[in-house]
């Protein structure tokens, strides 16, 4: 009897009958197929639309793109080559993150801890919060120059947000019933903000840290697309004011491919770190 | 032949908890609203006795629990145990919940030995002890197992092991089996009564269903079934144990407390 | 961490937030005032206030008036967005129920998901140019991403008892989509609206941070251009503020919609 969600509300996939007609159709509806004709359909329409319009000067061919990859990864542009520029960016990221979740995680603590600092500092935050990170730039370069520590800046910011919510909520969602248990057991102050509150919370506060690091990302993107001399973000720009589209989706894809790598890193990280923790509905 | 008794203070047990006249009101927020839950609650507990409070949902008598417990405070009357005032939660009175509250982050060893670790004994110690009561709720081979790797009844076990662990004067056990199946629930209601046999403590046991009481209980008391809870009768159980729970006079005790309540258990 | 129920708030605890605030914006003032805070670094609220007034009918020095600055945002944000819900909503939902949707659709979707919003402006750039269209492609890229992602995350959701039930009437896969994931979807899919929103709003705003001539992100911009710090400021307030009001206005729409729905897409 088929239970599980998959069976049940996707399509009867498995259409009755034998014969070549019923084999013919379950193989268009196999989803393993389709991901195949689907990516390889796409390829083939980007080639030719390429291909085919004026001066393949606005889309450049896959191939052309992974040539261009291949190229920056080994030329230098502007003084570094995609590991360099690579590099700077994440060097940004992790600077900034690091500012904004040591500011931000012990900050959203006390809030949850303390009804005043939470009274002092939420009317702030809530002022501040809605603000794009990205739109202190001006501010930002105004008072740090172009340099590193206007990139920084803003991605401190990006990082703060995200870390004081959730490890704010992280604290004050824990289960109360664990801190009846804790108090039972003859636990004083100190000891049940240890033994209770901090590992309940974490995991929340882990997952915006998760939240914070891919924000981060976003952020020096953002920075180095207004001002910068280096960086992902600045590679794709002069692949724009250069006009080679070819650089702008190379970059692009090395991009998405690291945002993709930061978030399943973290979340191999999250299991070994948190092996308890429910896996909740989005 | 069970019947409506007191206990005598002039016996040679000794009085382990005792509760006077013991009230509670619930007020929302600020003060506008006023739910009684409790009614002059007056009852004792002997040493070493299994005293079970039956009542049907919502009569108050987690919240009974709780007071003795430490965790509420009483609105009115007090809560002595061995004669000194109860004022806030403590280790000498262990506590079993029913959605077991065991911490997930800690093994079945890292939660049994917490009591003791907060007590500040050393590890070896510890875990000698822990791992003595791991083996009397049956778990052992599982100390290094999660919360979450674990069935309802072996969740429940460790919840046992954990308030035994840490020596409390009573335990207090807030309808324990509430949310295991009708199978797990008899053989956890088993396990206790041999655990209880095995190392005596003074036990006051919640539940809602006559035959748990019936078949664990050296006491019942039952409260009423509309709140404010209030004492409805007393009963003594003198069957002897281990009990059955087909036995002709644990049904005969069954049926007159069914009678006298609201309960179909 | 207490079981009992709290008693009031004390007094002092009511009027920490309001002291809080206003001394924000006192040391704030105090900071320019007191030029420990150079005039040409930072503005002070006074100033800001002052350009608020001033900027709703004055077009200098930036070109525009403000609200005509912030309705072109609003506008370059609210086509792309839609534009996001009108294709990315159904094609999720689709998606989340027929396979051949799903097997046809996800491979792209997952090249495009991991793409961080902002560096699609480049590329839209490049294509469109810095007027409405690039702007509108940018904001569509980064909200069908949500949109899709909560919708087939909604539909997925949904009850399998719903549907076993549905089946035992005999209803069609089409009509099981249409009477059941759907509706059990709405949740979910208002809450992908709302982080589409945050996100059109957010990109937009560095779009034209970037390259622009008109709108909320063009008056920061200038106002770092021309060293006037008070325009910077106005500019993030401003920008703050609509996001604000839209993602309110949202999250009330979808409390009328959804009223009776719980959260979390399964309706039982």
Redesign the interface.
């Known amino acids: 009897m088929k239970t599980t969600m998959e069976h049940t509300i996707s399509v009867h996939a498995t259409s009755q009958g034998n014969g070549p007609a019923a084999f013919v159709r379950r193989v268009l509806k196999n989803r393993h197929f389709l991901y195949v004709v689907s990516i390889a359909g796409l390829l083939i329409i980007w080639h030719f639309f390429a291909v085919s319009s004026k001066d393949s000067k606005y889309m450049p061919t896959p191939f052309m793109v992974l040539n261009e990859l291949w190229r920056i990864a080994h030329e230098n542009l502007a003084g570094k080559n995609l590991w360099g520029h690579l590099w700077s960016s994440l060097h940004r990221v992790l600077i900034g993150f690091a500012i904004g979740s040591i500011v931000g995680v012990p900050l959203g603590l006390f809030m949850a801890l303390n009804r005043y600092v939470n009274a002092l500092v939420k009317p702030v935050f809530d002022l501040i919060k809605p603000m794009p990170p990205i739109s202190w730039i001006s501010l930002a370069i105004l008072w740090f120059g172009i340099g590193e520590e206007s990139k920084v800046f803003i991605i401190a910011i990006g990082a703060l947000v995200p870390a004081l919510i959730n490890s704010y909520n992280g604290i004050r969602l824990v289960d109360p019933a664990l801190y009846d248990a804790i108090r039972m057991l003859g636990a004083n102050r100190w000891q049940t903000l240890v033994e209770v509150t901090f590992p309940a919370g974490f995991p929340a506060l882990f997952a915006g840290l998760q939240i914070s690091l891919s924000v981060a990302w976003s952020c020096v993107l953002a920075a180095e697309l207004v001002s910068a001399r280096s960086g992902m973000g600045f590679l794709i720009i002069l692949g724009m004011t250069m006009s080679k589209p070819a650089m702008i989706l190379s970059g692009m894809v090395v991009i998405a491919v690291t945002a993709y790598l930061i978030t399943a890193v973290l979340s191999k990280v999250e299991k070994w770190v948190c092996p308890w923790k429910v896996e909740l509905m989005q | 032949m069970p019947v409506e008794s007191r206990v005598d203070a002039m016996t040679d047990e000794t009085i382990k908890i005792e509760c006077r006249s013991v009230s509670k009101i619930?007020?929302?927020?600020?003060?506008k609203v006023q739910i009684p839950v409790l009614n002059s609650i007056s009852l004792s507990v002997v040493e070493n006795e299994f005293l079970v409070i039956v009542g049907p949902g919502q009569c108050g008598k987690t919240t009974l629990l709780?007071i003795i417990?430490?965790?509420?405070?009483p609105t009115t009357g007090n809560v002595l145990l061995d004669g000194k005032e109860v004022s806030?939660?403590?280790?000498d009175?262990?506590?079993v919940?029913q959605?077991y509250?065991?911490?997930?982050?800690k093994t079945v060893m890292g939660n049994v030995e917490?009591?003791l670790k907060?007590?500040g004994m050393s590890k070896k110690e510890r875990r000698e002890i822990a791992g003595h009561y791991i083996n009397l709720v049956g778990l052992q081979g599982f100390e290094k197992a999660?919360?979450?790797q674990l069935s309802g009844g072996m969740k429940q076990r460790v919840g046992i092991a954990?308030?035994y662990a840490?020596d409390p004067k009573v335990l207090l056990l807030d309808e324990p089996f509430g949310q295991l199946d009708a199978q797990t629930r008899y053989l956890m209601e088993q396990e206790t009564a041999r655990i209880w046999l095995a190392e005596k403590k003074t036990v006051v046991f919640v539940t809602n269903s006559i035959e748990e009481a019936v078949y664990l209980a050296d006491r019942i008391v039952t409260l009423e079934g509309k709140l404010p809870g209030r004492m409805k009768s007393t009963y003594v159980v003198n069957l002897p144990r281990p009990r059955e729970h087909i036995d002709k006079e644990f049904l005969k005790l069954r049926h007159m407390i069914t009678h006298e309540t609201e309960l179909l258990l | 961490m207490e079981s009992e129920t709290k008693l009031k708030d004390p007094f002092s605890l009511k009027i920490t937030p309001w002291v809080s605030f206003i001394s924000f914006f006192v040391v704030w003032q105090l900071l320019i005032d007191t030029e420990i805070v150079p005039r040409i670094l930072l503005a002070s609220p006074v100033e800001v206030g002052k350009l608020f007034i001033d900027k709703l009918t004055n077009p200098d020095p930036d070109g525009a008036v403000l609200m005509t600055h912030t309705m072109i945002s609003l506008l370059e944000a609210l086509l792309g967005y839609v534009l996001a819900l009108v294709i990315g909503i159904p094609l999720g939902l689709l998606m989340g129920w027929f396979t051949v949707a799903e097997g046809l659709a996800r491979p792209l979707f997952e090249m495009i998901r991991p793409i961080p919003p902002v560096a699609w402006i480049p590329l839209a750039i490049f294509w469109f140019g810095i007027g409405l269209t690039g702007k509108v492609f940018i904001i569509w890229a980064c909200g069908v991403v949500p949109c899709v992602i909560n919708a087939y995350t909604g539909v997925r959701m949904t009850n399998p008892t719903l549907i076993q039930m549905a089946r035992t009437y005999g209803a069609s896969d089409w009509q099981i989509f249409i009477n059941i994931c759907v509706p059990s979807a709405l949740p979910m899919v208002f809450g992908g609206l709302q982080i589409a929103l945050a996100l059109a709003w957010s990109t937009l705003v560095a779009a034209e941070l970037i390259a622009a001539n008109e709108g909320l992100g063009y008056l920061i911009t200038m106002g770092r251009r021309l060293l006037r710090p008070d325009m910077i400021v106005l500019g993030m307030v401003m920008v703050g503020l609509t996001g604000w009001v839209i993602g309110n206005i949202i999250d009330r729409i979808e409390r009328r919609l959804t009223a009776g729905l719980e959260r979390g897409g399964a309706a039982t």
């Open positions: 619930f007020k929302q927020r600020g003060g709780r417990g430490g965790l509420e405070t806030g939660p403590g280790p009175r262990g506590m919940f959605k509250t065991l911490f997930p982050w917490m009591g907060l007590g999660f919360p979450h954990r308030a840490n």
